[in-house]
């Protein structure tokens, strides 16, 4: 009954290792292909550029002066007989007006116009700057993934190996039945954690397809292998490239420089716009011989601000009330961004600790014991629920180190994004 399930398990187990094998890809993913690909086909990227360009079109529109009026006219015609040379005051008119905003008021506009197109434009690469951080960490969490399977598909090879021997010093009485019952229960875990893994890998081959635009089941290769670089960077240069290279704090900066540009504008709207127009009077002769003369006429209209303190004076308080609002909420922006790139350093600078712990201590040592634990099974002097054990905690630290080398390498993007400067790690 022992071998029957034995037999199960390890054609299970045979078959999922197959599978892994032959949906391996015959070249390795390289991040910068992905990034590039991502940044050239992400539908919501080049939403936000032609959204960018929208606002850079609109900049020269505010600048420009109202459209002037043409009118064409008939003056002064008589009803009775319809007659242009009738009367002396009928006439044809065609006259042409434009209106013009106090001298330096299309410029403040035109200003106000070219922050926006400032503000769309660091959006946009805010949103890029996003779109690659999280490529990256779909990245690594690929990584994660992969060279879990690849542990488990080892450990699965050693554990039927421990099986096999198991199994032989049962048969030949000097091993126990719990001992092969142990092993064949810790290889069926392991066979369900591989079942697991290669799920979690399609749900994160699922999300890296959608960031570079391609369907959702297209299969993706191996990322390359993560090498270990210690993080150079402090926090207070990490700050410092915040402030001058973060798209989302150059975003506000031109935010709060529209605010300076609309307390200017509101103050100018004190000042009264005016228009000016001429009209040319075509006359004919009149039946009498008299008259036939034609006009030539000008006008100057001035728009009077005479509710000024219901309106203009309201207008300024308004502006100045968002001009506080958004140089509060850039305060509050720089103070998020400066938090999370202390926590994000915090975790690096851990992450690059316990590396060296296990690199250099845990899974050597671990190693190791396992080797003690194999000689000493090997002489009957170690039990098989010590070998079992040994092997399953290298097993383990194996999966947290390529863990936390993942994580070290998603802090480090995360910095980067947080900063948004390239950043060698």
Known sequence: MIKIRFFGISILTLLLIHTGLAQSPDSTLQLSHLIKEAVDNNPDLQSAENTWHTALAQVPQAGALPDPVLSFNLMNLPVNTFAFDQEPMTGKQVGIMQMFPFPGKQGVRENIAQENAAVAEARYRELRNQLVKNVKATYFDLFLVDKSIETVQKNLEILQEFVRIAETKYSVGSGLQQDVLRAQVELSKMTDRLINLRKKRETVEARLNALLNRPVASFVGRPDSLVFKPFQYDLDSLKSMAETDRPLLQAWQAMIRQSDEKVRL?????????????????????????????????????????????????????????????????????????????????????????????????????????????????????????????????????????RILSEHHKGAAELEALTGAELQY
């Open 266 to 402: 509101a103050k100018k709207e004190y000042l009264p716009d005016f228009s000016v127009g001429v009209v040319y009077s075509q006359r004919e002769v009149l039946q009498n011989g008299m008259g036939g003369v034609d006009f030539l006429s000008g006008m100057l209209n001035v728009k009077v601000p005479l509710y000024f303190w219901r309106k203009q004076g309201k207008q300024v308080e308004e502006s100045r009330y968002n001009q506080i609002s958004v140089q509060q909420k850039y305060y509050d922006v720089l103070n998020q961004v400066y938090s999370g790139i202390d926590a994000s350093l915090s975790e690096v600078q851990n992450n690059e600790r316990l590396i060296d712990l296990y690199d250099s201590g845990i899974i050597p040592q671990a190693a190791q014991s396992l080797n003690s634990a194999i000689a000493g099974y090997q002489t009957d002097k170690v039990d098989f629920l010590t070998l079992l054990t040994n092997q399953m905690n290298l097993f383990n630290f194996e999966l947290d180190y390529y």
